[in-house]
Nanobody, 128 residues
Framework: QMQLVESGGGSVQAGGSLRLSCAAS????????MGWFRQAPGKEREGVAT????????NYGDSVKGRFTISRDSIELTLHLQMDNLTPEDTGTYYC?????????????????????WGQGTQVTVSA
């Protein structure tokens, strides 16, 4: 059973940066998609960024393009999310997820709606 543990959340002022990490309990196949999602109070879960392990191909939500960077440390089995130029709209609980693929070379956000492993989340709060 895969376990994912997020860390790195906290409180920051607008314009600041945070780096989230997601540690996996075991090796993640190169055929897996990995991703970051977030959910603000009273809102639906939103896709932030995904990464296809085999090719490193990334996908970002429109609201974070140019500000967030997803990356993976294969040695430490860790997924990262570098978040720069944060705004109050980035406030929420951030979750990482992973799911094995059977075809294709991209990881759309919708791919994670079923059969994915999820972490417990880490809180990010951005003040104006």
């Amino acid at each position: 059973q895969m376990q994912l543990v997020e860390s790195g959340g906290g409180s920051v002022q607008a314009g600041g940066s945070l780096r989230l990490s997601c540690a996996a309990s075991r090796y993640i196949s190169s055929n897996n998609c990995m991703g970051w999602f977030r959910q603000a109070p009273g809102k639906e879960r939103e896709g932030v960024a995904t990464l296809y392990v085999r090719t490193g191909r990334t996908n970002y939500g429109d609201s974070v393009k140019g500000r967030f960077t997803i990356s993976r440390d294969s040695i430490e089995l860790t997924l990262h999310l570098q978040m720069d130029n944060l705004t109050p709209e980035d406030t929420g609980t951030y979750y990482c997820a992973t799911r094995a693929t059977v075809s294709g070379d991209s990881c759309p956000f919708s791919f994670f709606t079923s059969a994915a492993y999820w972490g417990q989340g880490t809180q990010v709060t951005v003040s104006a």
